[in-house]
């Protein structure tokens, strides 16, 4: 029996590896995946700086805040609010122009006093500036593509934009004092026609300057 015994233990014992021999598979460690998994717990817990893909991290910490916007984007985003602004404005001023050069070919025109005459002569001509003055930032964007001139292009553009709003408020004054003209009394049409431009002078130019103001003293307070 002890003989039976003995042999069993001498083959268990030929069957195990040995340790003794300098095995690559020797000291390894039996769990390693769940221990690094505690490491790196412990390192985002202790507020250690975390290695890695960058892909694999949130996008939270790449963003950028408003205050440090860069100068392309930038350029970009008010290069578009532009395009935007000049859209609406070319409407207006592309219809009331149209309606404009079709009055000089109605029967009742040439019936008109030298004063309506004038009036409309000069009401065309600031309709035409202001048409030339609203198209004028696409025009210089597309004769300067590419020649990374888009700082001084969005700069020009903006005071385009701003100058052609004052010839097309001046072009609706001109229409109004024409059409008035021949529907009211010489003097009514006047007083009409100035209380329109000046509630566009309040609306265009006023409020914005009235609005600034107010953002400055809330910025000082």
Same mark, same amino acid.
């Given at each position: 029996m002890v003989a039976q015994l003995m042999g069993s233990w001498i083959f268990y014992r030929r069957s195990m590896p040995s340790w003794d021999v300098k095995s690559?598979?020797? @000291?390894?460690r039996v769990f390693p995946a769940k221990e690094d998994a505690m490491s790196m717990t412990d390192e985002a817990e202790s507020g250690a700086p975390q290695t890695g893909c960058p892909c694999c991290r949130t996008a939270g910490e790449h963003r950028t805040? !408003? #205050? !440090? !916007?860069p100068e392309r984007e930038r350029l970009n985003r008010k290069w578009n609010e532009i395009l &935007? !602004?000049?859209r609406v404005a070319q409407t207006g001023v592309q219809i009331l122009f149209g309606f404009l050069l079709s009055v000089a070919f109605t029967a009742h025109f040439h019936r008109l006093e030298t004063f309506d *005459?004038?009036?409309?002569?000069?009401t065309v001509i600031l309709g035409a500036s202001a048409t030339g003055a609203l198209i004028a930032?696409? #025009?210089? *964007?597309?004769?300067? #593509? @590419? &020649?990374r001139m888009k700082d001084h292009i969005v700069i020009v553009a903006g005071r385009l934009m701003v100058f052609g709003m004052v010839l097309l408020a001046l072009t609706i004054g001109g229409t109004l004092l024409l059409l008035l003209h021949v529907v009211v009394p010489s003097l009514l049409a006047e007083l009409l026609v100035g209380g329109v431009m000046l509630w566009f002078a309040v609306c265009w130019y006023g409020l914005p300057a009235w609005l600034r103001r107010r953002s400055a003293r809330d910025d000082q307070a």
């Open positions: 690559p598979m020797a @000291g390894m805040p !408003e #205050s !440090e !916007e &935007q !602004e000049t *005459h004038v009036v409309y002569v000069i930032p696409v #025009s210089i *964007h597309r004769l300067l #593509s @590419g &020649q």
